[in-house]
């Protein structure tokens, strides 16, 4: 699973074109997909460990712009502590650079390093608190890296920082470029979640059609109309987004959550 596919992609090819390492791109990319891949499914523990390596990666962005060398991934000799208190001292690297974005990091490794869950004592498992925690604030990264990196105007920027942190669909999958919702639903909700799945943008009909299950494709044009009738998408010049009110819908029936 990659973040959101639309939002992955514009993400990737900003940050390579702002001239961030492809490995590190990519190994920051894959950790944080696998991370909320995880957490999506319930399988908290790991995510320390997936927390750990997108801490590394970002790092190594961080020492890039500011020291215009980071360490090689797989260098032994790489401590993120050193590296934050390195950056720290960086008097021409921005704040977010040099204190906001580390010291967030920190929390993040800090967790993976020193919370031994297996030898606590008081009887409270702290695996779910601490994933919800190392993910957020790698939500929170995320979108602090999108707005340093990315070319886009401040509304696309802004638009694509809410698909990255916000659009994750546990039971959604890819195959080929086209996602498959692992889930039956009635062919209404069966949209709506593919709406809130794509993002912002909306999809063409024609897309949407392709999407579907075969069964759903002679009617999608009227069950589309019979939803923005309701206000729950919007359709026009044959592109379907999803409302406010659709999207609300979508979580408050807790469409996107696996069986």
Sequence with gaps: MTPTGSASSAVEAGWLAAGIPTDLVSET???????????????????????????????????WDAK??????????????QVIKQLESIATATDSIRLHIPRALRVIYAIRNKRDTGHLTDGIDPNIQDATLVIAVM????????????????????????????????????????PRILKDLRASEHVLVLLYWSGRLGVSMDALSEWVPTGMRTNLRRTVNQLHAKHMVHFEDNVVRLTMLGARHVIDKKLIRPL
């Design 29 to 63: 990319l894959q950790a944080y997909a696998e991370a909320k891949r995880r957490f999506f499914l319930g399988d908290f523990m790991p995510n320390a460990i997936e927390g750990g390596r997108f801490t590394e990666a970002v790092l190594r962005i961080l020492e």
């Design 68 to 81: 215009g060398h980071p360490t090689a991934l797989g260098d032994s000799k790489f401590k993120a502590d």
């Design 139 to 178: 939500d929170w990264v995320m979108a602090e890296l999108v707005r340093l990196y990315h070319s886009a105007s401040p509304a696309e920027a802004q638009a694509l920082i809410e698909e990255l942190v916000t659009r994750e669909v546990p039971m959604i999958e890819v195959f080929n470029g086209k």
